[in-house]
């Protein structure tokens, strides 16, 4: 994609709404959106001021109107790609849209392609590559706690902290190689090495903080996703529609009523949660219903976050155990003993000793009985499981995730080779784990893997 063309794209979701914007990037920005734009007030000397919010009319060849607008002219520098940009604000709705947009084109611009303005913006070093992920994840977050986190990092949090680790690899990398240069400067090789694992083993600390509160952050920006599953009448879709406080699914006597995925999202604790109800598994020669099962054990194998319901009213079977075999090791595991205001078949006591460590909640659903308390110990679960994180809460990508990783496996290998190898080993261990996390802050990256992030963003962004 040639960084000199002047780009254009719709920056606001398609559909019907009280604004929609597009954006014009690049050195022909100004004059291409000149020629279709007629400020009320007319074009005076000063026209246009850079910052300024222009009232006119977009109009097409022909000179007919499209639409009355605000226009707002902004130079380069400081704008968020550090080009020329042009926003034309202009009554949502998809054609109007497209029309002004189409305008554009025709007069030179090129569509954008998807993050192109965003991937200009770090291009242009307006932004690192970590503040440009934050972006999308700052779109995509799906609470509260994974705006704030998203925008911490879109402000420059993340980038700060490895800037400041690279800072100090790079400040013990020197002093290595100067021992390497002018080994007859040192006065002792052992206090020099003492001192050099000391700094290290710090950085080493503040990169495993940074981890701690990964999973916790990624949960409040991603959602955890989390299965509802259990045999077939058992209360599934009455525990979906319990803990959404709507009837999202049909709920029947009659086993085997759900067929395909039910999901929607519920907020607790600060966790976004996605509940997924499944069909009931059983063994069955009904080749529909035998799909649906299988849709049922993949979401199952997917989860996060595993709610087993078991019907207290009868008794624990086969079918229940196999069940409980779905469960993965790193899994968080709940079980609802639900139907207990029936006479109970299946006790309290019996499920724990079955699955000792997993806990266990009574309820009886069609009563409203126990979700309270569910939700409670889904939080708790949660919690336990994602560590408590605090202050040192990082949104991380998976992929800044893996850098850090790796980092941290060069780090530790040069405190190793400290000890027993040539200092040229441990060299060369530091400048592994510098040149890690520069792919966090795009300082160390290629071409590909930039193509790869951007491409998550929607066009327009």
Known sequence: MPEEDTIA??????????????RVSGTKAFDLVDQIFIPHRGKKKEYPLSHHLY??????????VIDEV????????????????????????????RLILRLILKKGARLAEPGEFTRRAFLNGRIDLSQAESVLRLIQARSEEGVKLAALNVKGYLANEIVSLRNSI????????????????????????????????KIINQLKDLLEGADRGRAYQEGIKTAIIGKPNVGKSSLLNALLKQQRAIVHEMPGTTRDLLEGYIHLGGYPIRIIDTAG????VDPVEQEGINRSKNAAEEAQLLLIVLDGSTPWEAEDEAITRLIREDQAVLMVLNKTDLPPRTTLNEVQERLPGIPVVSTAIVKN??????????????????????????????????????????????????????????????????KKLGEITGDTVSDELLDRIFSQFCIGK
């Open 170 to 201: 790079m400040d013990n990398l020197a002093q290595v190689e100067t021992s390497l240069d002018f080994p007859e400067d040192l006065e002792d090789d052992s206090i020099m090495e003492a001192q050099l694992k000391s700094n290290l083993e």
């Open 9 to 22: 794209a719709i920056s606001t979701p398609a559909g019907e709404g009280g604004i929609g914007i597009v």
């Open 281 to 284: 598994i059983r063994q069955t």
């Open 70 to 97: 605000l226009v707002s002219f902004m130079r380069s520098p400081h704008t968020y790609t550090c080009e020329d940009t042009v926003e034309v604000n202009c009554h949502s709705g998809i054609v109007t849209l």
């Open 55 to 64: 009232h006119g009319h977009i109009v097409n060849e022909k000179g007919e």
């Open 369 to 434: 009985e126990g979700i309270r308390q569910l939700e409670e110990e889904m939080i708790k679960l949660l919690d336990l499981k994602l560590g408590h994180g605090g202050e040192n809460t990082a949104l991380l990508s998976l992929r800044q995730e893996e850098a850090i990783k790796g980092a941290l496996h060069h780090l530790e290998k040069a405190v190793e080779q400290l000890d027993t190898y040539p200092l040229e080993l441990a060299s060369l261990e530091l400048h592994n784990a510098w």
